[in-house]
């Protein structure tokens, strides 16, 4: 427990940064009984699109309730992890419904992870049963786990499965990068989920909006893209395919009238270099995940107008998103884009030295509200110093420290400021270089490593890694392929015979990313 | 259009990459070269782009990747503009 003090100026601008975030919401509501309740209410409105196909609420539901009765019968109990390993598809869908309406919760996984890291995961969460789409190849790999086939639909029970779900169970687990060499898994609840689609401030949800399901599973974008749309009455419209093309994106989002389409600010930034049109049809970008490129923002709000871009924040312990900035007129250059308020019941403190700050000054971003994850799954320690309680005014609130520095303008407006460690994102992953420093030098080889993100000729932002190593740079990549996921191998792996050193007697970045050989 | 072989194909796509800031040759790996997922998304923009749509799949792009089969891919997915048979 921690006490802050903060003066006059900054308790100002942290009450007017926070007014009007708290809202009523189905705070002890579960996504299975606002899900259920949208059938009973619209049983007959469209819920998914997937290429041809269409599934109403009724129709959804019923295939939910089979697989449901089907993991029942396998012995799942509430509380219980599954891992989810599943095509983007309509499957999909019905395979995290199936889920939470056992009462059970979701992990969704990626194939092309190596066993190494899955088995580490599935060990932290205490996983061992799968839904997949693949269960013939699964099963090989994960020996240990009990492997269902998602398109399984033994016996006709359509009726919803009589489990009581609470609003603080949990629903899923995403994992996430881990600076200590183990990724986090991050538990979410029912209600964080409720809170971030109820009553929406950062994007109009309700029956007749359209939702894009575009991201990774693995990715919690998804949770807004999924539940954002379902538990409103709304659309889910799921992008057919595995890679995203813009074409594809310009004609499925006019196909099926999409609305509401969540870009990462490397995809974002892709699309207004090539097409900036492909999302010309619909209401409302939401982009976030990476500081935003103003030239790029510029560019887009010329194109789309005020009102119709909004730049998104959060980190994955606070429930996908946390603050938002509509854009509404041309950004000033001097300054980043802000990332905005916060939205729908959850607030937002900069501490620095156990005081809030005031007006201008840098601090940590401290998240609090029903978002908050409860902490990381096994790992009591780092859930102890990520997860705080303060007290401040006399009033004690749970604050999520996310590392990340933002300042308040004197309007309350978030501005970010970077990190205070080097937790970095790239294309929307958040990776911790320790991670990758820490794999790397698990290799027998590796002497030394040093881990960082170069910047492209052309602005993309590239892992980059030097190793000292007798080894080539091809046996190294070949050793984090197999215990990494392919996101944070890094694209740049240099062997050097030592690593320069700065005055201050560390690895001297500037120096070592100068002595790239220049691309073409 | 008509008369362009993998080999004029082949220097689009070395001209390209190396544009979208990869230092690649014809015997070079497209994601091995620092190639990502995003680069990817460009590369097949900009192959629709010049060739018409569909004419870099992503699933080819992603299950052979270097310069030569990108090429390849494409000389077999591209819209025929003449498509008078031979």
Redesign the interface.
């Known amino acids: 427990m921690k006490r802050l003090t903060a003066s006059p100026g900054a308790r100002a601008v942290h009450a007017a940064a926070n007014a009007g975030t708290s809202v009523p919401f189905p705070s002890d509501s579960s996504v299975k009984e606002l899900f259920e309740q949208r059938v009973r209410t619209g049983g007959g409105t469209t819920a998914l699109v997937h290429g041809d196909r269409r599934m109403t609420y009724a129709e959804l539901n019923a295939a939910a309730n089979r697989l449901a009765g089907h993991l029942l019968r396998q012995g799942c109990r509430r509380g219980d992890v599954v891992g989810v390993c599943v095509r983007r598809s309509s499957e999909l869908v019905v395979a995290l419904l199936a889920i939470v309406k056992c009462g059970a919760v979701y992990l969704p996984f990626d194939p092309s992870w190596p066993d190494e890291r899955l088995l580490v995961m599935f060990g932290i969460a205490g996983c061992d049963r799968v839904v997949t789409d693949q269960p013939g190849p699964l099963a090989a790999r994960l020996p240990w786990c009990q492997v269902l086939d998602v398109s399984t639909a033994d016996g006709d029970d359509s009726a919803d499965p009589e489990v009581t779900v609470r609003a603080a169970d949990i629903a899923y687990i995403n994992f996430t990068s881990g600076s200590t060499g183990r990724p986090k898994g991050v538990p979410i609840e029912h209600r964080s989920v409720v809170r971030l689609v109820h009553d929406a401030r950062f994007a109009r949800l309700d029956d007749r909006t359209v939702v894009l399901f575009l991201a990774p599973v693995t990715f919690d974008a998804a949770t807004f893209e999924i539940w954002g749309a379902l538990l409103n009455g709304g659309t889910c419209v799921i992008y057919p395919g595995t890679f995203v093309r813009l074409s594809e994106l310009r004609r499925v989002v006019r196909q099926h009238a999409v609305s509401t389409v969540f870009l990462t600010t490397a995809l974002f930034n892709t699309m207004v270099d090539e097409d900036v049109d492909a999302l010309g049809s619909v209401d409302v970008i939401l982009t976030g995940g990476e500081a935003h490129s103003l030239p790029h923002i510029g560019k887009a709000l010329a194109h789309y107008g005020a009102g119709r871009i909004v730049s998104v924040y959060g980190p994955t312990e606070c429930t996908t998103f946390a603050t938002y900035h509509p854009l509404t007129g041309p950004q000033p250059g001097d300054r980043p884009l802000p990332i905005g308020r916060p939205i729908q019941n959850t607030r937002v403190h900069l501490v620095r030295d156990d005081r809030l700050c005031e007006p201008g000054e840098t601090g940590e971003v401290c998240l609090s509200g029903p978002g908050l994850s409860p902490g990381y799954t096994g790992m009591p320690e780092e859930t102890a110093r990520r997860f705080v309680d303060h007290v401040v005014d006399g009033v004690t609130e749970r604050f999520y420290h996310t590392g990340d520095l933002a300042y308040f303008e004197a309007s309350g407006v978030l501005v970010f400021q970077g990190r205070d460690d080097d937790q970095v994102k790239i294309n929307g992953h958040r990776i911790e270089l320790g991670e990758v420093r820490h794999a790397l030098t698990g290799h027998p080889d590796v002497r030394q490593a040093f881990v960082t993100v170069h910047v492209s000729g052309t602005g993309e932002r590239l892992l980059t890694a030097f190793a000292v190593s007798d080894g080539t740079s091809e046996a190294l990549r070949d050793h984090l392929a197999r215990c990494l996921p392919p996101y944070m191998v890094p694209a740049v792996i240099e062997i050097r015979e030592s690593l320069p050193l700065s005055a201050h007697g560390k690895v001297d970045r500037e120096a070592l990313l100068s002595s790239l050989r220049p691309r073409l | 259009m008509a008369n362009d072989d993998i080999d004029s194909i082949q220097a689009w796509v070395v001209a390209t990459c ?7 040759d014809a015997g070079s790996d497209f994601f ?1 070269s ?9 590369l ?3 192959a ?1 782009e010049s060739f018409g ?2 004419a870099l799949p ?2 080819d ?2 299950t052979d990747s270097g310069i030569r089969e990108i090429a390849e891919s494409i000389a077999r997915n591209r819209q025929q503009v003449d498509s008078s048979p031979a």
């Open positions: 190396r544009d979208l800031g990869l230092s690649v091995r620092g190639g990502s997922s995003l680069t990817a998304v460009k097949i923009a900009r629709e749509e569909d992503p699933e792009l992603f």
